[in-house]
Structure formats: C-alpha cells, structure tokens
C-alpha cells in the first residue's frame, strides 16, 4: 500500500505541471487573467485612495497655509519610498522599461504597492501627477511575482508583466484597448500573438473589476461633435501646436529633474519645496492641483469660461507644476498631466483661431480640447496609437477618429524631430540600457566579452627574430599573434601575416629584423566589459575580424567575429524558446 501511494505522489506531481504547461498560450492566458483582475483591484484601491484624500482637504484649501500641503503629501511619499521601502524616486515606468529590457521582467513584490501609497500621497495633497505611471508599475510587478510564484521562464514572466501594465491601465481609465495598445507599444514593443493573446485577456479583466466595483462609466462625457473639413484642416495646426507644448513639458521635467539633482538637501527636503512651490501656484490657480480632471470635464462639455490669455495662463502654470512635482521627488505619472495640459492646449487654439477668424462656424471647443488630449499623449510618449485610443475610450468620441489620427501621427513626427526619444524612453537610451526582445542589443547584452575569449594564440616576443618568428608560425593555425615585453609581460602590439607577408618570403630579413620593428602597435584592442554591440560595430568599421582582448595591459586573448555571430546564434536560438 505504501509503494502504492509513493508511486502516485509521484505520478500527480509532474500530472500537474504537465496540464499547466501542455499549452504555453493557454497557461499565459489563464494566469493572465488572474493578474489583470489582480492589476484591477490595484488601481482600484488607488482611485479609492485618492477620492478619499481629495475629499479630505477639499474643505481646507482656501486657508492661506493650504500651500503647505502638498509639500507635506509629496516630503511623505518620498520619506516613504527612500527610508522603508528603499526605492528612490521615480515616474514607475522607466523602471519597468528597464526590467523588461535588461531583467526579463524581474521586478520586487514591494513593487507592487510601494508606488500606489507614494503616489496617493502625493497626488491626493495636490501634487500635479497621474495615477496610471504607479498603478502601471504595481500591475507589472504583481505580473513579475505571480510569474515567479509559478517559475516561469524569462519570455513568459515578460509576458505577464505586460497582462498586469494591461490590467492596471484598463482598470485605471476604464479602457481595455487602451491598455493592450500602451503596453505592447510602449513596454513590450513587440507585435506578436503570443503576447497581445494574454494581454488581451488581462486588459478586459482589469476593465471589468473596475466596472463590477465602480461601475461602467467613461471618464468624460462630451457633447456629439460634427467635423467639417475645414475643422479638420485646423487640426494640423493644433497638431504642431501640441507638439510644441510636448517638447516644452519634456525639457520642463527633465531641466527641473537636473537641477534638484544639483541641490545638495536630503530627497525629502526637495520634495518639500516642490510641493510647496505647487501649493503655491495652486492656491491662485486650483485647475493645476492634483489630476485636474474636473477641468477637462468642463473643458470637453464646453463649459469652461475662462478667457484666452487666462488658459494660456494655465498652461504654463501646469507644465511648471508638474515639474516641480516630479522633478523634485514628488510620486507620480505624466498621463493625466498631458490629459489637463492637452485639454487646455486645444481650448487655447480653439479661442486663438476663433479671434483670428471670427467668421468661421468653427465646431465646439469642446472637441478641439479633446484633440488636444490626444496630440500631448502622443507627442510625448511618441505613441500614437496610445494617444488615439486612449482618448476614443475615455470620452466616447469615435466620430472625431480621422481629426485624432491626423493630431497624433502629426504630433509624434514633430516632437520626434526635436526628441528623438520619448519621455520614458530617454534616460534609458543615453545609459544604454533600453534594449527591445529578440534584437541585436538585448540578444549581445546577455553574452560578455569573458565568454568570447579564445585563448589558442601564441604569444610572441617583441626581441624575437624574423626567423625564429617563421619557426613559430609554422605551428600556428593563426593569422595573429600578440607581442608582449619579455620582462614586464604587457601586451605591446599585435602582428597580422597579411601586414609582413613581403618579409615572409625574403629569408636574408630572418636574421636581422626584430618583431618589434614590424609590429602594429596601433591595433585596436577590446577590453573585459566593453559592450559586445561597441565592439562588433567597431570591427565592422574598421573591417577587422578578429581583436586582441587586453585587460591591466595584459593580453587575455582574441575575439572574432566569427565566435561572437556563432555565440549570437545561440544565444538567439536560447532566447526564441524561453
């Protein structure tokens, strides 16, 4: 009875990984879907936490103190972040960018609600910021774990990070599609079933926690709006307008973010008196506090009365708050930022046209503040899609689709003209860490110099002879060999038969020419941790094959190109089945 039971304690064990593991899709796409209504209840518990905290300050705002406020909301989220969560400051989807890039999806389980409480604090005291940059790094990181818990490999626990972006979006703004384009343009990059499958799945699931619990309901309502061609023609102009005001808010962030780094004060301190400085600007202008999106309502609905030179005003003032939030320590995301600015942005033009050609039966500028929504998401995440079906689902507007893609496509070709990275994008890019799946950059950047290294060359002498050189390289298969100091042992150059091929062949040279003479001293070498990309793009521009590795001046050995396409290979083909 006992080897009975042992034998299918045995059996059961591998019965199990064997139904979960039968289908990869179908194991991706059920626990998928257990991660997108995870991500769901995430957002969800950060919308809560905020309306909550908005409701509490709401009744204390117009004391001449209540600039202090979210200074203190944004000195909390950072004391909170650095001191017990150990994670320093940051806009959340960087540093999945970059565990997706460089980690395949490893990320923290504090992860996934350390930023929810920063960022609540933050935003809720009035700092102007998003709630879908944490609740995106929250969902990624309940997609990492959950893929550990069930020791899933690097492509499938990459997968899931993108269910739980998906889920968390979906969730956030109430718009799945949304979410499935956001995540496969911006944190996958990579168009392909397997994914968009599960990523599917998980968006609708976080979409349909959201509307079970809070129900279904579209963030801003509008008025139905009827384009004429000569509205539609306007929107190129609103397109560059956007553009312009993307580029402005990028370097606004990133100038702000530059100079609290010059600041020689504890996080806290600056996240202070940034918030301090936001609660400034805010207790004359209360539309940059928080999300804003009570001001986009009005603005859509077309009821907002302020007058051209005032929304100009704010504007400014938000791209300059959200800076400071930001720049400065403060907790959040850009969407809802670029949201309120769009939206402002498109009021503006549509007020600016309107005086210019007061003539003109221009449609409502309800629409044009929609537009703008559009054109400041895409022109500074430079994604376009994103930026289209995000504003389709959070206002209902499918009968402004042509004018949308005509602002995005604009904007994002514009803004990339004078950024050629997106926001997100752009640090990683400089530091070299932005790598997509199953590219050149991210399959070299698992292999190292070290494991290249072919160690089979015969080492020369730079005093040696001519003719005891040929002795040498009788016994060579080597076109190559390094020349070291007899005494010292360092690497002095490199001798190529191809560069002395005419001494060869002229046996009165063997005994009165020296190696050092002929030597290349010049050769270009590779060090230990050069970067595998720099290196192949360097032979490839100097049309070598093989480079001496150098490490402390001395020489460790070769590596050629021929080993390093073949590790390639490999390391492709190890990469295609994980």
């Known amino acids: 009875m006992m080897d009975f039971l042992a034998c299918l304690h045995k059996i059961k064990r591998p019965s199990w990984r064997i139904l979960f593991r039968f289908d990869d899709r179908l194991l991706l796409i059920s626990i998928g879907a257990l991660v997108g209504c995870c991500s769901g209840l995430a957002a969800l518990g950060l919308n809560r936490g905020l309306i909550f905290m908005f409701e509490l300050f709401s009744g204390i ?5 209540a600039f202090l406020i979210p200074g203190a909301g944004a000195a909390l989220s950072s004391l909170f972040l650095e001191k017990i969560m150990k994670e320093g400051a940051g806009h959340g989807v960087p540093e999945v960018l970059y565990s997706v890039s460089r980690y395949g999806g490893l990320m923290r389980f504090r992860s996934g609600f350390s930023r929810l409480i920063s960022s609540c604090l933050t935003i809720g005291s009035g700092g102007s ?13 309940i997609g990492s774990n959950i893929a550990q818990l069930f020791s ?28 499935i384009v956001f995540t496969i343009e911006v944190i996958i990059g990579e168009w392909s079933a397997l994914n968009i499958v599960p990523i599917a799945v998980a968006s609708v699931c976080g979409a349909q926690v959201c509307r079970l619990l809070q129900g279904n309901q579209i963030a801003f309502t509008h008025l139905k709006f009827g384009i004429d061609p000569v509205d539609t023609a306007a929107c ?32 806290w301190v600056k996240a202070f ?47 300059v708050a959200t800076a400071f939030t930001l720049g400065w320590g403060g907790s959040g995301g850009i969407f809802a930022p670029c949201l309120v600015i769009g939206s402002f942005t498109g009021l503006m033009y549509h007020r600016f046209i309107d005086m210019i050609w007061p003539g003109v039966a221009w449609v409502n500028e309800g629409c044009f503040a929609l537009l703008g929504m559009a054109g400041l998401v895409s022109g500074i995440l430079q994604a376009p899609l994103t ?23 604009i904007s994002t070709t514009v803004c990339h003209a004078f950024e050629p990275a997106s926001f997100y994008f752009k640090d990683l890019v400089e530091k070299g860490y932005f790598l997509r799946p199953r590219t050149d950059a991210r399959v070299l950047a698992d292999l190292s110099v070290t494991e290249l290294v072919e160690k089979d060359c015969m080492v020369v002498k730079k005093d040696m002879k001519l003719g005891d ?38 046996p009165l040279l063997y005994e009165t020419v020296f190696l050092e003479q002929i030597m290349d001293t010049q050769a270009p070498t ?38 390093l396409l073949d590790k390639y290979r490999n390391e492709l083909i190890v990469q295609a089945h994980q």
């Open 61 to 65: 705002r117009h004391f001449w103190w």
């Open 129 to 141: 910021a998003g709630p879908e940059a944490p609740v995106v790094m929250s969902g990624a990181a």
């Open 152 to 179: 899933l490999n690097d492509r499938q626990r990459v997968s899931l990070v993108g269910c739980g972006t998906a889920g968390a979006l979906a969730a956030i703004f109430n718009a799945p599609i949304a979410g």
């Open 236 to 267: 190129m102009g609103l397109a560059v307008t956007t553009a312009i005001v993307s580029v402005m808010l990028t370097r606004a962030l990133r100038i702000s973010g530059r100079r609290a780094r010059r600041v020689r004060l504890p996080l």
């Open 273 to 319: 008196a940034g918030g301090c400085a936001v609660g400034a600007i805010g207790f004359f202008l209360p539309d940059v506090l928080g999300e804003g999106y009570h001001s986009i309502r009005q603005m859509v609905e077309g009821t907002f009365s302020a007058g051209l030179l005032f929304v100009v005003g704010l504007v400014l003032a938000k791209i």
């Open 387 to 409: 930026g289209i079906f995000l504003i389709v689902e959070i206002t209902g507007g499918y009968e402004v689709i042509l004018p949308l893609i005509l602002v995005s496509a």
């Open 469 to 506: 050189f040929v002795r040498v390289m009788q016994k060579s298969h080597r076109n190559f060999f390094p020349v070291e100091d007899e005494k010292s042992g360092e690497y002095l150059g490199l001798i190529h038969l191809d560069d002395i091929r005419e001494y060869l062949f002229d």
């Open 526 to 563: 590779v060090g230990l941790d050069d970067d595998l990309v720099q290196v192949l793009d360097r032979m490839d521009a100097a049309h070598l094959f093989s480079m001496p590795v150098v490490a402390n001046n001395r020489f460790v050995g070769m590596i050629s190109k021929a080993t």
